[in-house]
């Protein structure tokens, strides 16, 4: 059983950087390809990025290549979002999720979320 604690989330104005932070526990962390999503008020949860379990290959949605970078600490059991240039349309709840498979990007892969963290983005 794989638990996932995520934090940073914060209000924030448009152009402004935050970095979301997901920390893991219950698993060899390496063998999990992670992902963070988010969900933003009525509308369905999208996939933002994924990132396999040796942190080499990842995979972004559209809307953030270019501004947001996803990386892995394997030795931290830690998973990252850099997220820059925020936009209003990026405001949303962030999960983390993990993937018992090295590598994942279709959300039925992800078996373990975390309890999400708020991003606002203020125009």
């Known amino acids: 059983q794989v638990q996932l604690v995520e934090s940073g989330g914060a209000l924030v104005q448009a152009g402004d950087s935050l970095r979301l932070s997901c920390a893991a526990s219950?698993?060899?962390?390496?063998?999990?390809?992670m992902g963070w999503f988010r969900q933003a008020p009525g509308k369905e949860r999208e996939c933002v990025a994924t990132?396999?379990?040796?942190?080499?290959?990842?995979y972004y949605v559209d809307s953030v290549k270019g501004r947001f970078t996803i990386s892995r600490d394997n030795a931290k059991n830690t998973v990252y979002l850099q997220m820059h240039s925020l936009k209003p349309e990026d405001t949303a709840v962030y999960y983390c999720?993990?993937?018992?498979?090295?590598?994942?990007?279709?959300?039925?892969?992800?078996?373990?979320w975390g309890q999400g963290t708020q991003v606002t983005v203020s125009s």
């Open positions: 999720a993990a993937a018992p498979r090295t590598i994942a990007t279709m959300e039925s892969s992800f078996t373990y």
């Open positions: 219950g698993g060899t962390f390496s063998r999990y390809a």
């Open positions: 990132i396999n379990g040796r942190g080499s290959t990842t």
